[in-house]
């Protein structure tokens, strides 16, 4: 019997040996932490719905590739700064896997335009310890004084401006026509400039609707906003690019009375050779099939990441 034991012990000892790798790591992550963290309460700008693409999860421990998408859309919609988690015990080419959807995954930047522009990240990094512990930090796009002064602006303006018998339409497009109105397309800000010594933010809503400068990003910020706040839903949509010098464009789809609509408020801000103010609504409230019929190749978009717009 003593013998035995002896043997058992050995072999028991001898695995552990093996695969002290697994062993430490389960130790670590199933004894220790129980694979769990604690989940902090969405901020204020939390989107409750969800999406054909991306549906908000409870579960935040990745099990296969296929829960990346809606793991970072939970994060990011709910306004984390940081968030580390481990991935399930059995999925043991995880963390390989996640450097590169991060780093090289289209998702990545269509989930940034589904989540609340407030929640949106400007930059995201990813370490990983000695334990497989992998940490996300997301850099936002928004200082909290610029988000003061647009929640300001917007309920001024939702204030003096919208009243509960206007359609869900006429409330788009007062907004639309006055923040073309009050917002110039800024001609000398493209991807090469550099944000930190420009003198204004034209890629932000802030740069829409406090210094009267914009970019297609800035536009459709500033609308997302303001539909969100309205409780409309929506989110952006990103042209299809081929080659990281081609000109990439950014607007807003949202539904309306239960159809899905394109609207870009840049193309219908047009420039014009005399800098005269031009309102015009060839982008306003458009279904996908009148998109394609403009053929404008700024449009062209891949609809795995926005399946709305297949049937709309």
């Known amino acids: 019997m003593k013998k035995f034991l ?15 790798d697994d062993v430490s790591q389960f130790v670590i992550q199933k004894i ?32 296969s590739k296929d829960d990346f998408n809606n793991f970072l859309y939970t ?22 896997d996640f450097k590169d959807y991060i780093q090289n995954d289209n998702y990545v930047e269509a989930i940034n335009n589904y989540v609340h522009p407030f929640n949106s990240f400007d930059g995201l990094s990813v370490s990983i310890n000695n334990f497989n512990k992998i940490t996300i930090e997301i850099e936002n796009l928004y200082s909290e004084e610029q988000k003061i002064v ?14 509960n018998n206007m359609t869900t339409k006429e409330k788009i497009k007062v907004f639309h026509d006055w923040l073309i109105n009050n917002t110039k397309y800024d001609k000398n800000f493209d991807i090469n400039s550099n944000k930190d010594s420009y003198p204004y933010h034209p890629y932000t809503a802030y740069g829409a609707l406090v210094e009267g400068y914009a970019v297609c990003s800035g536009y459709s910020d500033a609308m997302a906003i303001y539909l969100n706040k309205l409780g409309i839903k929506n989110y952006k949509i990103s ?3 081929e080659k990281a010098t081609d000109e990439r464009h950014v607007w807003n789809y949202v539904l309306v009375e239960n159809k899905w609509y394109h ?17 015009i609504y ?7 099939k009148e998109l394609q019929k403009k053929e404008t190749k700024i449009h062209k978009f891949n609809q795995i990441y926005y399946p709305e717009a297949k049937n709309s």
């Open 150 to 163: 647009i929640n300001e602006m917007l309920d001024i303006f939702i204030k003096k401006h919208i009243t």
């Open 263 to 279: 609207l870009d408020l840049t193309w219908d801000d047009p420039i014009t050779s005399n800098n005269s103010d031009i309102l």
């Open 239 to 241: 042209n299809y690019t």
């Open 75 to 96: 994060i990011l919609n709910s306004g984390y700064d940081s968030f580390s988690f481990f991935c399930d015990f059995g999925y043991k080419n995880c963390i390989n």
């Open 282 to 288: 060839d982008f306003f409230l458009i279904a996908n």
């Open 32 to 63: 220790i932490f129980k694979d769990q963290y604690e989940i902090a309460e969405p901020n204020e700008y939390y989107k409750s719905e969800d999406f054909l693409l991306l549906q908000n999860t409870n579960e935040l421990t990745i099990k």
């Open 6 to 20: 002896l043997f058992i012990f050995i072999i028991t000892i001898g695995i552990l040996i093996w695969k002290k």
